[in-house]
């Protein structure tokens, strides 16, 4: 599991990326060992990143709520929607590399706040407790967790060689929220949950 949510905006990145770095390859000469080999084994090469996607898929949600005036506390559980076991992939590691290092420079080219989801992390449907203890809870609420994705592919530079290819799927965050059905959400699956747990006609479901 990983740590509250921090909303990345991804409008207005470039079609392509760069990273930039100090180019120290070694360069492969075996012939044999394909092109994607050949391109480069080095440790600090240029990554190009393109087509960078971010996708925010529903995992959890409360039940339909609503608080009588006066309500000062609220203890539940989520429940998944279903089974699936979310994993980070990382395609076309260039050698001298690793997947984790991968990982790190598109964090680095994103800006991200906190790092990226790494090779070895899982995130399952669990669930999970939630409550809110602030005495002041009226009225209809919704209740929803998600998981914010970041897909991206790569070219791989070293200097005298062509380039690596390859493609990373991971996450950018895992959060989600608790909000009165008269405020809309901020994203995606924040309107599904609104859409499946408010009363028709609330703001949150009109998104007004």
Known sequence: MR?????????GLAALLLTAGASACTGGSDDA???????SVCTDGTYTWSGVRHLTRLTALGEPVTF????DSYETRLKPLDRTVHRVTVTGTPQ????????RALGAQLKAEEPL???SETEGPEETAFGRHTGDLEGAYYLWREIGFVDADFAYRCRGADPVRGHVHTWERVG???LPCDTPPDGAAGRTAA?????????AVKGV
């Open 176 to 178: 989600g929220g608790f």
């Open 195 to 203: 859409e499946r747990l408010c009363p028709a006609g609330s703001p």
């Open 33 to 39: 060992a394909g092109p994607d080999v050949r391109a």
């Open 68 to 71: 009588p005036a006066g309500t």
């Open 117 to 119: 989801a790494g090779p």
């Open 96 to 103: 001298g590399t690793t997947e984790a290092g991968v990982i």
């Open 3 to 11: 740590g509250p949510a921090h909303r990345l905006g991804a409008a």
